[in-house]
């Protein structure tokens, strides 16, 4: 089982941190928010922009400033 929490700050809320230790799988709302940055960024400029190029743990470290 996976536990999905869209919030991204903190990157472990009570909800992943319970469903963590339950043995599920989990995941933060930051995958969410930088695909709809990237939608978004290719919707306005008409350029594609990979999703490979970011570093998901650096962005983790610059929302949680």
């Known amino acids: 089982m996976t536990v999905?929490?869209?919030i991204y700050n903190?990157?472990?809320t009570r909800l992943l941190a319970e469903a963590?230790?339950?043995?599920?799988?989990?995941?933060n709302g930051l995958?969410?928010?930088l695909?709809?940055?990237i939608a978004s960024f290719t919707l306005w400029t008409g350029i594609d922009v990979r999703e490979?190029?970011?570093d998901?743990?650096?962005?983790?470290?610059m929302c949680s400033r």
């Open 10 to 12: 903190p990157s472990k």
């Open 52 to 54: 490979e190029i970011f």
């Open 4 to 6: 999905f929490d869209t």
């Open 31 to 33: 995958r969410m928010l």
């Open 20 to 27: 963590e230790a339950a043995g599920c799988k989990i995941e």
């Open 35 to 37: 695909y709809q940055a």
């Open 56 to 61: 998901l743990k650096e962005l983790q470290k």
